[in-house]
């Protein structure tokens, strides 16, 4: 079960890359600092991209990663 992730660069201005410590099949919803939902993928493997131009402006967010078992939140931080 995955429990921790090392996510790079953080705070990021292109693109922050979240690489779990093992593979999962599961969800990843990425949440804005009030709590809307913003983005929503699926996550196979061990490693997923966030691109700068998928959210809606610089700021926090929150990545949640889901999977049968387990599910842990990531704070990223967007810059321009």
Same mark, same amino acid.
């Given at each position: 079960? +995955?429990?921790?992730? *090392? +996510?790079?660069? *953080?705070?990021? *201005? ?5 690489? /779990? @410590?093992?593979?999962?099949? $599961?969800? =990843? ?7 809307? /939902?913003? &983005?929503?993928?699926? =996550?196979? $493997?061990?490693?997923?991209? +966030? @691109?700068?131009?998928? /959210?809606?402006?610089?700021?926090? &967010?929150? +990545?949640? =990663? @889901?999977? @049968?078992?387990?599910?842990?939140? &990531? ?6």
């Amino acid at each position: 079960i +995955v429990n921790e992730a *090392n +996510v790079f660069p *953080n705070p990021f *201005n292109q693109f922050t890359t979240i690489k /779990l @410590k093992s593979e999962i099949n $599961g969800d =990843v919803n990425i949440f804005n600092a009030i709590g809307e /939902l913003i &983005y929503s993928d699926k =996550v196979n $493997g061990d490693t997923f991209i +966030v @691109k700068r131009n998928t /959210l809606s402006a610089a700021g926090i &967010y929150f +990545v949640n =990663v @889901k999977a @049968k078992g387990f599910e842990q939140n &990531y704070k990223i931080i967007a810059t321009d």
